[in-house]
C-alpha cells in the first residue's frame, strides 16, 4: 500500500531539516541555504520519486531518501539564481522575501552554489549500489545542466521580446521546468533497478507532467493573485516573455493542458500494463491540475 503524498513531504521535510546543517560549516552561508530551503513549497519533484518507487514495489529506505531529497537543494538552488538581479529580480518567493533581498546578492548566489553541490553530493554519498549512484549522477547532471534546466534558462532569457513558434516554447519548457521533472520520476526507476522499456515511459510520465506543470504555471501568473501564488504574478507579460496563454490565450493554454494531461494519462495506463502494478498514486499528482 502507497504512503500518503502528504506522509512522502513530510519525510522530505523531516530529512531536509535535520540534514543540511551537517553539511554545511559557515554560519551565514548555512542560514541563507536554510532560509530558501525550508520556505514552504511542494516538494513535488522527491515526492515524484518516492512515489514512484513505493508504485514500483519497492520499500523507501535512508538511502533513498536521502538520493531524492538531493533533487529539492537543486530545485532549491535554481529558485535562488532565477530570482537574482541579473536573473528575474524578483522581490517574493514563496510568501517570502527572496534571498538577495534577504541576504545580498553574493551571498545568495553562493547559497544556490552550495545547494547545487551538495546535491551532487548526497547523490552519491549514500549505500545505492554503485551502479544506481552512477545512473542517478548522469541523469541529474544532464537534466540540470547545459542541455537540460540550465539551457531552458538561457533560452527564456533569449526568447524575451521575441516571438516563439508553439514548437519553441514546448522545446523550452522542456528543458527549463520539465527536465527536473522528468528526472523526479525517471530517478524512482533507477533506484528500483527496472528495464529500460520501463524507465523511458516513466520518463515520458515525468516530461508530460512536467509541460503540464508549466503550462498551469503560466495560466496562474495570468489569472491567480500575488497571496495566492506566494511571488510576484502578472510579470510575465510585462517583461514580454513566451508563456502559453500570451502565445495562444487563456483558453488555447487551457487546451494544451489537457493535451499533456492526457498524454501523462497514457503514460500511466502504459506503466499499468508494462510492470503488473497500480499507479494510481499518480492520479493525486494529476489531480493538481483541477
Avoid: C
Avoid at 541576504?103 to 554503485?130: E, K, S
Avoid at 521580446?161 to 527536465?179: E, F
Avoid at 523511458?200 to 489569472?223: K, S
Amino acid at each position: 500500500m502507497s504512503t500518503p503524498l502528504p506522509i512522502l513531504k513530510e519525510r522530505i521535510e523531516d530529512y531536509l531539516s535535520q540534514s543540511l546543517a551537517t553539511d554545511v560549516d559557515q554560519a551565514t552561508l548555512k542560514n541563507s541555504m536554510t532560509y530558501s530551503l525550508m520556505a514552504g513549497g511542494k516538494r513535488l519533484r522527491p515526492v515524484l520519486t518516492l512515489a514512484t518507487i513505493e508504485m514500483l514495489g519497492g520499500t523507501i529506505n535512508d538511502d533513498m531518501l536521502r538520493a531524492a531529497s538531493a533533487l529539492e537543494l537543486l530545485h532549491t538552488y535554481s529558485l535562488i539564481h532565477d530570482d537574482l538581479p541579473a536573473m528575474d529580480n524578483d522581490d517574493l518567493r514563496r510568501g517570502k522575501p527572496t534571498n538577495h533581498r534577504k541576504f545580498g546578492a553574493g551571498i545568495a548566489t553562493l547559497a544556490g552554489d552550495g545547494l547545487l553541490t551538495l546535491a551532487f553530493q548526497w547523490v552519491t554519498d549514500n549505500h545505492l549500489p554503485t551502479d544506481i549512484r552512477s545512473q542517478l549522477t548522469l541523469e541529474l547532471a544532464k537534466a540540470a545542466g547545459p542541455s537540460g534546466m540550465v539551457a531552458g534558462q538561457a533560452r527564456d532569457i533569449e526568447g524575451e521580446h521575441q516571438h516563439l513558434s508553439l514548437n519553441q516554447l514546448r522545446y523550452l519548457h522542456r528543458q527549463k521546468t520539465g527536465a527536473l521533472i522528468r528526472y523526479a520520476v525517471l530517478a524512482g526507476g533507477i533506484m528500483m533497478n527496472q528495464s529500460t522499456e520501463v524507465k523511458q515511459e516513466l520518463a515520458a510520465f515525468g516530461e508530460n507532467y512536467g509541460l503540464a506543470f508549466q503550462i498551469y504555471d503560466d495560466l496562474m501568473d495570468v489569472l491567480s493573485t500575488a497571496e495566492e501564488m506566494g511571488k510576484a504574478v502578472h510579470k510575465d507579460a510585462g517583461e514580454q516573455k513566451n508563456t502559453y496563454p500570451g502565445l495562444l490565450g487563456v483558453d488555447g493554454a487551457k487546451e494544451q493542458l489537457q493535451v499533456a494531461l492526457t498524454a501523462a494519462r497514457q503514460n500511466q495506463q502504459n506503466l499499468e500494463k508494462l510492470t503488473g502494478k497500480s499507479f494510481t498514486s499518480y492520479d493525486d499528482f494529476l489531480a493538481y491540475f483541477k
